[in-house]
């Protein structure tokens, strides 16, 4: 696949079939920005009509170029497409990039086509960008396939973006502000090749450090989210997202002929991919250039030195008020600041070193704030005086930005004063703006990238409690409703299938009859409150059935007939099915645990304050599934009311462990039924002694069919694959636990490792011995299912569990091939445990589809050798002292007969 992507993005030809002799044409601009920008390959222009273009021999067809074509870019009027796409596919053409407009955004005639082309694009294995695009530059390569005005300069940035106007502007002002790009990708419609394999290819690219992405639609969002996942890491995915309004969603949608998702959907769905999320043009390449130059903060904390009062203030302002905090000094900085500086600074932070100050002073005041340990970053501020030295200062700042791990900005304010302060900057690699709330936006959007990763790569706890759901039973509620043709559950149908879950409902009873509802009431003990249970009024205030603080069993009767009444009064046909009875219960948090399909990225949870208010008062955090007890923390911490959970003044906090359980719970319904199109738990009544569910509501869809061995395709995030856990015995006998590897399990892998043998450690890392930090184990156990799976071994003896080996494949972005590595600690080598472990992981690897299995094996490593031997696996030498091993999937013959996936 990266071969085919190749083609597209580093050619060694190209054919421009649509090229035009007409001055200013879009086929006559592209052929002359490619020979203007020196293409480092053959280009043949494809024109029937001309015999050259631009001082090129033209061709009548892309059949009858001298050379075999890489890329083909057509830019011909829509309908004329097709046949076109077929000639490429005949002439053994390696991919596509089709300029023209017409296609998705024109309606049923253009679907048509969009679908004519890519099964005959298929059929050749040619790939797509566009239709409806500017073009690609690749300016390493002197390509500049696009009809801009400008070429962009060479640098380290990709660059995707849906809207070719918008690309054309951003080279105009990338080429101004002397920013450079190692590809610029226009995708248009994205008919084929969308941002997640543009994420995986320049994420796999050395001469990319940064990706940025403009995007207005998004369409396979698991794949994006999956590409985002792996290179968010190393790699920052800025994105700036239009249509975060609703009149901008409908903008989006009809530039595009895609549907623009919930903005929640998209601003949680960023962050658990570890993206970052700007506002405007400007923050997305502010961002990058700073994260390119600068390490991450740790912190949010900011100090700000300036020779200004003003400036220092309005930097401020716009710190705190979006969350970010000015660095409280230690006494031993403000000790260093008075010896270092004038009497009259400002005492505090932000450090005002005063108008006059001089760059010998700038600098003790900057090493001070650095080395204090409450600061996360610094913001030099500086205005122009007739005192002031702004070169000096400047030369001063790329010095100490040298010394430091902690990231330095600086707003050197004002223009012809400061150009060459500015240069200086610039080429000591401190970013440097015009003003100060750009410097501070900055260092809040890398602060929030140190956040997503934070969260991305945190290792949750184990759950409080082991939690069975009852799977089967909480079908056969949603079964009858939809046998039933109904789109909606009941509220004792809801609570009975939130209760399959272990979450808390309490106890309730449905009365049939006056007597019933006292019996009932009694049994339940007072007080009580009583609800009408019918399909004609889930609305139940409106009709009046609702009785609260019912304290006897007269009341209870007299409550029953009332309800009765009032729904025949205001629905005379309303069908009733009884009287919920449930005790009255108040505790001091009403909040809000529900969730609704987004269009895009599917069940879409959403987490806060409660109560009828909830809409005015709009106090929620939105998060996507599956969700561990870390990740169901941070949806707490995002809301406003956390702050009075954790305890407030001398009030209890609630039990925050068993409040992020309930939503891991609550998640695993949508994870396991896709039918849920939306569902409320409000209010879900809390405080410290434990919470109760009050009110549910749940909407359905109609049924959804699952692929056999494939339940969760509506998710936009593999959950943990359950089906993979199964029970192997040892050669002694004991039996050994096989399951795929949680982020849970960080703990027993690091002392696992820490048990190896030095032989053992070489055999696996080639004698490189890994520092066991939490970055490395995050990396080993915080892996995305979808394209990697690790199984370990582990032996339950008692209470303790010992990991004692692992196995894993990482496959390719497209899921064709897999690299393949095992470990089995020393004391278990010899028992079968990597025999058996890699029987059950090749399984595995043909349940995901993949093709081919490589690795590479150290030549002392007889064991492993012989084992791939037996397998089948072809090895050839590599290096000296190794040999690289392959296995084709598809045709080789498994060597166990053991059936696989048989879940404990």
Known sequence: MVHQLNKIFKPKSIALIGASTKENSVGNSILKNLIDAEFKGELYPVNPKAKEVLGLPAFDSIKNTPGPVDLAVIVLPSKFVPKVVEECGESGVGGLLIISAGFKEAGEEGEKMVEQV????????????????????????????????????????????????????????????????????????????????????FGSDHETSSILVYMESLTEARKFMSAARAFARSKPIIILKAGKSQDGGKAAMSHTGTLAGNDAAFDAAFQRAGCIRVETISQLFNCAQALAMQPRPQGNRLAIVTNAGGPGVLATDYLTTRGGELAPLSEETMAKLNEALPPTWSHGNPVDVIGDATATEYRKALEACLADENVDGVLTILTTQTVTDPEGTAKALVELGKKTRKPVLAAWMGERDVWEAREILEKGKIPNYRYPESAVDVFLQMWQYTRNLELLYETPPEAPKRFVPQRDAAWHIIRTALTEKRDYLLENEAKELLGCYDMPVGGNMVAKTTQEAGEFAEKTGFPVVLKIISPDALHKTDVGGVKLNISSKAEAEAAFDEIIASLKKHKPNARIQGVLIEKMVKKRFELLIGAMRDPIFGPLIVFGQGGVAVEVIRDTNFGLPPLNIALARHLIRGTRIYQLLKGFRGIPGVDLDDLAFQLVKFAYILMDFPEIREMDINPYFCDET?????????????????????????????????????????????????????????????????????????????????????????????????????????????????????????????????????????????????????????????????????????????NMIRMFKDRGFDLKSEDEGIYSAELDLEHAIPFSTELPFQPV
């Open 690 to 862: 434990g919470g109760v569910v009050l009110d549910a509501r749940i909407l359905l869809d109609q049924y959804q069919p699952r692929r056999k061995g494939h339940p969760y395709q509506h998710l936009v995030i593999s959950p943990y694959p359950e089906k993979y856990a199964k029970r192997i015995p040892l050669n002694d006998g004991r039996e050994v636990l096989l399951r795929p590897i949680r982020p849970e399990d960080e703990p027993i892998e690091a002392e696992m490792l820490k048990t190896l043998s030095d032989q053992s450690l070489y055999f696996r890392f080639f004698g490189y011995v890994p520092k066991v930090t939490h970055e490395f184990l995050t990396r080993m156990t915080h892996i995305d299912y979808d394209r990697e799976m690790a199984l370990i071994a582990l032996l339950e003896e008692g209470d303790k569990k010992q990991m004692i080996g692992v196995v894993r494949i990482i496959s390719d972005a497209w899921g064709e091939s897999a690299e393949f590595a095992i470990l089995v600690a020393d004391p278990w080598q010899g028992m079968g445990l990597g025999s058996r472990m890699t029987d059950y992981m090749l399984e595995i690897a043909r349940d995901k589809g993949i093709k081919k299995i490589y690795a590479s094996v150290l030549r002392a490593n007889s």
């Open 118 to 201: 890519l099964a005959t694009s298929r059929r050749y294995g040619m790939r797509i960008v566009g239709p409806n695009c500017l073009g690609i530059i690749n300016p390493k390569l002197g390509m500049n396939a696009t009809f801009a005005n400008r070429m962009a300069l060479p640098g380290n940035i990709a660059f995707i973006s849906q809207s070719g106007a918008l690309c054309s502007s951003i080279l105009d002002w990338a080429c101004e502000q002397n920013v450079g790009f190692s590809h610029f990708v226009s995708i248009g419609s994205m008919i084929d090749i969308g941002f997640a394999e543009l994420i995986d290819y």
